[in-house]
């Protein structure tokens, strides 16, 4: 999926499927660059959906009342 939206990801694995390189590891710097993004996404929309599930939480409760 990173792929998708990061050209150079894109060209890094082209080269991987065209044989053009062999040693497709990425630098510890990068790797954990890569997971702090991931996990600062997941953050994001986990906290947007426990404020979403709040809200309906709260306006359920004034629909009863």
Same mark, same amino acid.
């Given at each position: 999926m $990173?792929? #998708?939206f990061d050209p150079i990801m894109q060209e890094h694995i082209r080269r991987i499927k065209d044989d053009? $390189?062999?040693n497709h590891y990425l630098g510890h &710097?990068?790797?954990n660059e890569?997971? &702090?993004l991931i996990a600062g996404e997941i953050k994001t929309k986990t906290i947007k #959906?426990?404020?979403m599930r709040n809200i309906m939480q709260s306006f359920l409760i004034v629909?009863?009342?």
């Open positions: $990173i792929v #998708k053009e $390189i062999h &710097n990068t790797q890569l997971i &702090n #959906k426990l404020r629909l009863h009342i």
